[in-house]
Structure formats: structure tokens, C-alpha cells
């Protein structure tokens, strides 16, 4: 199984909030979970990536949440300002094999000023 | 060399025609991958090379689509007589072979097919 099932598919946030988004995987191989900012008319842009041995990773003001048992990941994002308005996607790897990434099917988050 | 850089940005041909994009990875970076993004939807993969070599290819890659990467540095993906299905944004990605696995992406080249 490959599949990686990403939710909400949109959010909407007061500047201030904490937009919460979720992912869960199948294939228990993987070993790479990384997340994506994309803009209209952009590539997606690198954001955080986290290993399966750890549990979270904080890097400015986002924070990956791990929980291996149950293959699931999540992505938060603190104190949202109407800049992170953009489409947020997980992902997931198998280093050794390529590491070609496995792409959720993407959220939209919109942070209200 | 301030990224990965694809060209067209856009690309508007009639059905049945053959298009070529080009992409200029990251000079430092072996690995080379080809994503496919279509509206609303997560971006797939399509191909990859390691420095010369194509290792892998999906099946989302029919016949009508080929990718090079002469000598190891630029790619091009070739798309012939293409279908309106082929309508999408087609993005190149750079990562080095070792150590960070993070992408770089580039900006991608959107292809309408009327």
C-alpha cells in the first residue's frame, strides 16, 4: 500500500490559531515523512521532515507530531499568521528505495487576519 | 545557482502535438525526479535518474512520454501527441544522493492541451 490519506482538505483560522492538519499511511516501509508549502502558480517548498524514531520535531513555529503504532502524523502550525495561507501536503518515503515521495492529497488552510 | 529551474512556465498546445520542458536542477544535487500535479491534487511520480541514469519509471508514464538527462545535469520529459488528459503541472525536483533527503522543487511547467 502507498496510499497516504491527508485531512482536513481545507481549514479555516483567526490569525493567532493553531490550523491542526492530519495524515495516516499504510505501508509500514516508509521512512521519511516530510511536509510541503505550496503556493498558487509554486512548486511545493520543503517546510519540516521527521524520522520514524522520533515522536516530534519543532522547527519555528511548526511542529510535527509522530505516533509510529499508529502511522499517523500531523502538522501544526503556532500562532498562524495570514502569510501560511497556502496548500499544506504530507509525504512519505522509502529512503533506500529512491526516495520518491508519496504525496497526500493536500489541505488549504486559510488564516483570516 | 539559486535553485531548480524549469522552463517553459507555461504551455498552451493542441491535442495531437509533441511538447518538450526542460529542467535545470540544483548543480551540486545527483538525484533528479519528475512529478505530475494536477488541479486540486497532491503531485505524483513519474520518473527519476541518479546523476545519467533513469532508474525508475510509474506507470503513470505511458509510451508517449519520455524523459533524458544527457551527461547528468539538465533533464527534458517529452510528451508526444499529447491528450487533453495530459493537461497538468509538470514539476522537477533536486536532492542530493546522500545525507538531506529533502527536495528542492522548481516552480513547475503548467501544460494545457486543447
Known amino acids: 500500500q502507498q496510499q497516504v490519506k491527508q485531512s482536513p482538505q481545507s481549514l479555516i483560522v483567526q490569525k493567532g490559531g493553531i490550523p491542526i492538519i492530519n495524515c495516516a499511511y499504510e505501508n509500514t516501509a516508509f521512512d521519511y515523512f516530510p511536509w510541503y508549502q505550496q503556493f498558487p502558480g509554486k512548486g511545493p517548498a520543503l517546510l519540516i521532515a521527521i524520522r520514524p524514531d522520533v515522536s516530534e520535531k519543532k522547527e519555528g513555529r511548526f511542529t510535527i507530531s509522530f505516533n509510529k503504532s499508529a502511522k499517523q502524523f500531523s502538522l501544526h502550525i503556532m500562532d498562524s499568521q495570514p502569510g501560511d495561507s497556502a496548500t499544506y501536503f504530507c509525504a512519505a518515503s522509502i529512503r533506500a528505495a529512491g526516495n520518491k515521495l508519496t504525496f497526500g492529497g493536500g489541505t488549504r488552510v486559510l488564516v483570516k487576519p | 545557482d539559486t535553485g531548480v529551474s524549469q522552463d517553459p512556465r507555461h504551455k498552451i498546445t493542441k491535442r495531437g502535438q509533441n511538447v518538450t520542458f526542460r529542467c535545470d536542477p540544483i548543480?551540486?544535487?545527483?538525484?533528479l525526479y519528475w512529478y505530475r500535479q494536477t488541479l486540486g491534487q497532491g503531485p505524483e511520480f513519474l520518473t527519476y535518474?541518479?546523476?545519467?541514469?533513469?532508474?525508475?519509471k510509474s506507470r503513470l508514464l505511458s509510451d508517449r512520454f519520455s524523459a533524458e538527462r544527457p551527461k547528468g545535469s539538465f533533464s527534458t520529459l517529452e510528451i508526444q501527441r499529447t491528450e487533453q488528459g495530459d493537461s497538468a503541472m509538470y514539476l522537477c525536483?533536486?536532492?542530493?544522493?546522500?545525507?538531506?533527503?529533502?527536495?528542492?522543487f522548481g516552480s513547475g511547467t503548467r501544460l494545457t492541451v486543447v
Open positions: 535518474f541518479q546523476n545519467e541514469a533513469q532508474l525508475e
Open positions: 548543480s551540486e544535487h545527483n538525484r
Open positions: 525536483a533536486s536532492s542530493p544522493m546522500a545525507g538531506s533527503y529533502g527536495y528542492t
